[in-house]
């Protein structure tokens, strides 16, 4: 079974920087988009940033110059450091990757568990 493994949210002061960290957990055959998402209280998840295969990244318009995302498909991990952060940005992060368990297998979308990141005023 596939699961993504977040690492890294916590609590930091506005103007501060946190990189989190996603990993599947076992060795896959591929992986195609990964990316980070994020829901404050109250509202609807959405995108942060994506990066396909090829490392062409798509940013929200909000977090750009600010958040950069990079992905090892040696360890099949994604990355999202983020810098001068605010306190809009608290929320709960969601990693997600396209993934083919097998090279057989469909692609599936897969979630990590959340993580939280809040950011102090």
């Known amino acids: 079974q596939v699961q993504l493994v977040e690492s890294g949210g916590g609590l930091v002061q506005a103007g501060g920087s946190l990189t989190l960290s996603c990993a599947a957990s076992?060795?896959?055959?591929?992986?195609?988009?990964m990316g980070w998402y994020r829901q404050a209280p109250g509202k609807q998840r959405g995108v942060v940033a994506t990066?396909?295969?090829?490392?062409?990244?798509n940013f929200a318009d909000s977090v750009k110059g600010r958040f950069t995302i990079s992905r090892d498909n040696v360890k099949n991990t994604v990355y999202l450091r983020m810098n001068s952060l605010k306190p809009e940005d608290t929320a709960v992060y969601y990693c997600?990757?396209?993934?083919?368990?097998?090279?057989?297998?469909?692609?599936?979308?897969?979630w990590g568990q959340g993580t939280q990141v809040t950011v102090s005023s």
């Open positions: 076992v060795p896959v055959f591929s992986i195609n988009v």
């Open positions: 990066v396909t295969a090829d490392g062409t990244t």
């Open positions: 997600n990757a396209v993934i083919k368990r097998y090279s057989f297998s469909t692609a599936n979308d897969y």
